[in-house]
């Protein structure tokens, strides 16, 4: 069965430091994406990725990075927390028909 | 600005019944769009698409429209079922790429 494996359910941290939030898939995908989830705004894309190495923005990159040194992880990096970075995290792959993604379980951050 | 717009923020249907979520679109170079589902704690999964050549699609309960002219869409799920309440997501790709815009969602509730 395929899957995408994030590494923490829940995280709450102070503003100001820095936060790690890894994604691992079992699929061989190509590509993967890190999605953030609030009530009113749905899923908005943050950064891509469509290779080892490669990063692309998405929609809200602002305040976030991330890493692909391996073709099956995909790591978010809050460089410096902020309070309206509290929110669902969500890391997808794919790799057969566009559009068609594998959600990991998400990352519920709370930052105080 | 939002590409992919869900009005409906919820809907209640009784069991048995069609339950009816719209999506409209803004993006006059999407051409392929999806249906998500979403239960409390999971990540989202796939569950139907069209292609823009077609107007129509059907996987057994469900059915995704979509009219072109308007850049409208909707998913039509006949009977509803308790095990269908969940959050809907509507989303969109240029075909030619594989990330997808996602609307605010709809959750729908199946009353007994």
């Known amino acids: 069965d395929v899957k995408v494996t994030q590494s923490s359910r829940y995280l709450v941290k102070r503003t100001g430091e820095k936060v790690f939030l890894e994604c691992v898939q079992d699929m061989d995908h190509e590509n993967m994406f890190w999605y953030r989830q609030d009530p009113g705004l749905g899923l908005r894309l943050i950064y891509f990725s469509y290779d080892v190495k490669m990063k692309e923005k998405g929609d809200i990159p602002e305040g976030y990075s991330v890493s692909r040194e391996k073709k099956e992880r995909f790591s978010l990096i809050l460089e410096s927390a902020s309070t309206n970075q509290t929110s669902m995290y969500l890391c997808?792959?794919?790799?057969?028909?566009?559009?068609?993604?594998?959600f990991g379980e998400g990352s519920r951050l709370t930052v105080l | 600005d939002q590409q992919v717009k869900q009005n409906s923020p919820s809907l209640s249907v009784q069991e048995g019944r069609i339950s009816i979520l719209n999506c409209d679109y803004t993006?006059?170079?999407?051409?392929?769009f999806l249906w998500y589902k979403k239960y409390p704690a999971e990540g989202p999964t796939f569950l139907i698409s069209i292609s823009s050549i077609k107007d129509k699609n059907e996987d057994g309960r469900f059915t995704v429209f979509l009219n072109k002219s308007a850049k409208h869409l909707s998913l039509h799920i006949v009977p509803s079922q308790p095990g269908d309440s969940a959050v809907y997501f509507c989303a969109a790709s240029d075909s030619g790429d594989y990330k997808l815009s996602f609307g605010a969602g709809t959750t729908v509730t199946v009353r007994a």
């Open positions: 993006n006059s170079m999407f051409d392929y």
């Open positions: 997808a792959s794919s790799g057969g028909a566009p559009g068609e993604l594998f």
